[in-house]
């Protein structure tokens, strides 16, 4: 796990695409049939291929959410449910035209219809304040505990602080119950939780936390400042 004074969290979204075709029997009259399954799996392959030259931090993993019900009869309609990654919100918007186009290929190819949506909001990428950050940092190094800053083109999945942080001033530090070759959503991680160092880590964190509200609260400045920065980096990503 990582000491780190915020965490680099990457834009999420999904996408439901569904191709239609026609049914057909295959041994009765094949050459009626159009596969929607086979044009589903053909995308699967375009982004397996396509994946391999994204950008770090953007990723493509989907499921099939429907390939037919019955397996002697050519599938009129198959879907697939697509969790697109991106390092910003605005490269994650360019990753969901990709695999429109992507789909858009396929159905022509294969002779299909194809209709991609979104499903749900997604997430924003996190935009760190560092005026708050530091705050933390220092409260925090009170403990023992120095955070640095994270490495670089390392990303550690998505979550909604990133919506907040387009809003509000927000801060997403790590502290580190484990050492570095150790990841979260492990077993190891679990027993971590439990054991002293995660409890002593979770008592700074708090401590720490509960100081840089105290600030906010009491210091007009540092909440000026943050609001400041929060408005600078907001212009900048227009």
């Not at 049939?33 to 493509?60: E, K, Y």
């Not at 925090?140 to 979550?159: K, T």
């Not at 943050?226 to 900048?236: I, L, S």
Request: with cysteine; charged share 20%.
């Amino acid at each position: 796990m990582h000491d780190w004074s915020w965490a680099p969290l990457t834009a999420q979204t999904q996408v439901r695409v569904g191709f239609h075709g026609r049914a057909a029997h295959p041994t009765g009259d094949p050459t009626r049939g159009i596969d929607a399954l086979a044009a589903l799996i053909q995308l699967f392959n375009t982004a397996a291929v396509v994946s391999r030259r994204l950008p770090p931090g953007s990723h493509v993993q989907g499921i099939v959410t429907d390939g037919g019900t019955a397996t002697n009869v050519v599938p009129d309609y198959a879907e697939g449910l697509f969790g697109l990654r991106a390092p910003t919100s605005i490269a994650l918007d360019t990753l969901v035209a990709d695999i429109g186009g992507w789909a858009e290929g396929v159905a022509t190819a294969t002779g299909t219809t194809v209709d991609l949506t979104r499903a749900g909001k997604g997430y924003a990428h996190f935009r760190d304040n560092d005026v708050l950050s530091d705050r933390f940092a220092h409260h925090l190094a009170r403990s023992g505990i120095r955070l640095a800053q994270p490495d670089g083109g390392v990303f550690l999945g998505s979550s909604d602080i990133g919506n907040v942080s387009e809003r509000a001033p927000a801060i997403h530090p790590f502290v580190a119950i484990l050492s570095s070759e150790f990841s979260d959503h492990t077993p190891a991680f679990a027993r971590a939780a439990a054991s002293e160092r995660g409890r002593a880590v979770m008592l700074a964190a708090a401590e720490a936390l509960s100081c840089t509200a105290a600030d906010v609260l009491t210091d007009a400045g540092l909440a000026a400042r943050a609001w400041a920065r929060q408005h600078g980096k907001a212009a900048t990503e227009l």
